[in-house]
């Protein structure tokens, strides 16, 4: 039997899924970042995707000691981390609309990357992670 033959007895009404439906692409506002990200993103049009754009925020690191002079410096460090982590996903949320890709953003601050990205791949149902390298060596 032929392709076309096989293909025209399958139902009209019958779909095929998309190999990927939900992209996470992590960012952390690097030139390498968002080149991953603009590779997501013509995957995820590729395939007919959306994309969850993902930014984690390191926490702010205190000493016990001092800890009343530390506790304005906390709070103006995490002011500004969410100030870049908004930037970063404007830029992403920007870039995807020009795609024609659906984009939901979101930040979270996390003192292993990795965690986060793992679990908001949980949360999400994201079946596929398109991300740079740190560019400090290896792949």
């Known amino acids: 039997m032929s ?6 007895l399958e139902p009209t009404h019958v779909r095929r899924k ?3 439906q939900h992209l996470l692409l992590p960012i952390d506002g690097s030139d390498l970042s968002l080149r991953a990200f603009g590779m997501g993103l013509e995957l995820a049009r590729t395939f007919g995707a ?3 754009a993902l930014h984690v925020v390191p926490p702010f690191h205190s000493i016990a000691y001092i800890t009343e002079l530390l506790a304005a410096a906390e709070l103006n ?3 500004q981390a969410v100030q870049s982590a908004t930037r970063y996903l404007d830029e992403a949320k920007k870039l995807a609309k020009a795609a024609e ?6 930040y979270a601050f996390g003192e292993r990357p990795h965690q986060a990205i793992l679990e908001a791949v949980r ?3 994201c079946d596929l992670i398109v ?3 740190h560019g400090w060596h290896g792949l």
Do not use: G, I, R
């Open 101 to 106: 890709v659906p984009c939901e953003c979101h």
């Open 3 to 8: 392709t076309e033959t096989a293909a025209s």
């Open 131 to 133: 991300m740079a390298t």
């Open 50 to 52: 959306k994309v969850l």
């Open 77 to 79: 460090y995490s002011q």
């Open 123 to 125: 949360e999400h149902h």
């Open 18 to 20: 998309a190999l990927f």
